[in-house]
């Protein structure tokens, strides 16, 4: 059984909001539909509040070529906030670690601890060499290794002086780091390479939702390597009253995605060199036929036809939503990541109906 607490985190829309699906990192399948919301920082501070109000951990924000960037965001968030934390996305080898740490260590201690941090080492090709890096697939997470190791040092006051294949670091320190306010790092990946930075430097290894099956031989797979490792898991939720009421809302959002954003977001995902992004195309094979789309009990695809990253998400009643996810949790998932359409609306329903019913469904099993 798991021993963890459980963690119910949100997602922060930077892209723009609405009630459909779109891309999120870059601006492939976003459509006027998914961004009737701009998000700028009175959109986003309301759902920030929202998310806080509802009862979530922290927030999570995305990183990429379509997004604003992560710190300076969430940095002015935090004004308008109390408790919510955030869990701040970066690319992993844009920026030298040392001053990562330095940016980490300001934002906790202006910010009162409420820091987390996910490591992203990228996906895509083109748009890696947009941000100037060439690096292959496999060498990215070596680079993404050393980074690691360094930031974790630095932001536990140690001195670090670092040699490796792509990082030379000499003499470098914080000046007086705010140590009680320790920084998690999440990470993500599902190649060889990137599971073997997980064991080594990740504090929680972040899943997308994929059926249980295929998600419990990962985490088998993980924990004997790392023993201490936690697990995330990021899902979509559309929970209704019934049953009947979400599947509409499925409906609807499948009959309302335009054809030519999913045409360009496939081609998109296809020319990606990243393995969970393969994996998730691979549940819905760029189809949109609802009859297919059903991968697992309550777990939908039809995200994932314009969406990058995350695409699948747990259709059904309060209940049955409720249930799906403490059959993840048994499996070891420690913390979810959750959002959904609008993000504003969706924090509470998620907040109210969902989350008690979870964790009254873990507190009785003794998870």
Not at 218 to 225: E, F, M
Not at 311 to 328: I, K, P
């Amino acid at each position: 059984m798991p021993e963890n607490p459980l963690l119910l985190h949100w997602f922060l829309p930077t892209g723009g909001d609405g009630r459909d699906p779109g891309g999120v990192t870059a601006v492939q399948g976003r459509t006027g539909a998914a961004t009737r919301r701009p998000a700028d920082i009175g959109y986003l501070t309301q759902v920030a509040r929202a998310a806080e109000q509802a009862g979530f951990h922290s927030l999570l924000t995305p990183v990429g070529l379509g997004c604003v960037d992560p710190w300076i965001l969430t940095a002015a968030l935090t004004q308008h906030t109390d408790r919510i934390g955030f869990l701040v996305a970066f690319r992993s080898g844009f920026a030298s670690p040392t001053l990562l740490a330095q940016q980490a260590d300001a934002f906790r201690r202006f910010a009162g601890g409420r820091l987390r941090l996910n490591v992203v080492t990228g996906g895509d090709p083109l748009e890696q060499r947009a941000y100037g890096d060439h690096l292959a697939h496999d060498q990215r997470y070596a680079r993404t290794d050393e980074v690691m190791a360094v930031l974790r040092d630095l932001l536990a006051g140690k001195r670090v002086d670092h040699t490796g294949e792509h990082l030379r670091v000499e003499g470098a320190q914080l000046h007086d780091p705010a140590l009680q306010h320790p920084v998690p790092l999440y990470f993500g990946g599902a190649s060889p390479a990137a599971e073997a930075v997980a064991a080594r430097r990740a504090d929680v290894q972040l899943l997308w939702g994929e059926p249980p099956a295929a998600l419990a031989q990962r985490i088998d797979r993980l924990r004997a390597a790392a023993p201490a490792l936690r697990f995330g898991l990021r899902l979509h939720v559309i929970s209704r009253d019934t049953a009947a009421e979400a599947w509409a809302e499925a409906d609807r959002i499948l009959s309302g995605i335009d054809p030519e954003a999913v045409r360009a977001s496939q081609e998109r995902f296809a020319r990606m060199d990243s393995t969970r992004q393969a994996r998730m195309a691979a549940l819905h094979g760029g189809s949109a036929d609802a009859a297919t789309l059903e991968v697992a009990p309550n777990l939908w695809a039809g995200i994932g036809l314009v969406r990058e990253g995350a695409g699948t998400a747990l259709v059904g009643s309060h209940d049955e939503v409720a249930q799906r996810l403490s059959e993840y949790r048994s499996l070891g998932i420690d913390e979810f990541i959750l959002s959904g359409y609008p993000h504003l609306e969706e924090a509470y329903r998620v907040g109210e109906e969902v989350a008690p019913r979870l964790r009254a469904l873990v507190a009785g099993a003794g998870a």
